[in-house]
């Protein structure tokens, strides 16, 4: 486990705005499909946001945090997946709940 906030921050910004291009590059194989340029602006909006991870939730994701774990890397490229198809957060806190329930799903075998 890595105990730091900061860094989960810095690391779930990246990897929010790499989902945010990534998307809009699926809007232009897909012009039919609105979701995706939709996804793509809800992406970077979440990254431009994330600024703070309150401490409720941080105990529940640090001892998941570790950005070259499977699992997390999983999680954090499920949860940014759904946006815009099975959820849509409101905000980063919003996000953050996501994450954490797909962090605490028990993992397949």
């Known amino acids: 486990m890595i105990d730091n906030k900061q860094d989960c921050l810095d690391h779930l910004a990246?990897?929010?705005?790499?989902s945010s291009e990534w998307r809009t590059k699926q809007s232009e194989r897909f012009?039919?499909?609105p979701r995706n340029k939709r996804a793509a602006a809800r992406l970077k909006d979440l990254a431009a946001n994330c600024r703070i991870i309150?401490?409720?939730?941080?105990?529940?994701?640090?001892p998941y945090f570790d950005p070259t774990n499977n699992r997390w890397l999983d999680?954090?490229?499920?949860t940014s997946g759904d946006v815009g198809f099975r959820k849509t957060p409101a905000?980063?806190?919003g996000?953050?709940?996501?994450?954490?329930?797909n962090l605490s799903r028990p993992t397949r075998h």
Request: charged fraction near 30%; hydrophobic fraction near 35%.
């Open 14 to 18: 990246y990897r929010l705005s790499r």
């Open 31 to 33: 012009s039919d499909d």
């Open 54 to 62: 309150p401490d409720s939730k941080w105990l529940k994701l640090a």
């Open 75 to 78: 999680a954090v490229s499920n």
């Open 91 to 93: 905000d980063f806190d």
């Open 95 to 101: 996000y953050l709940d996501n994450l954490i329930s």
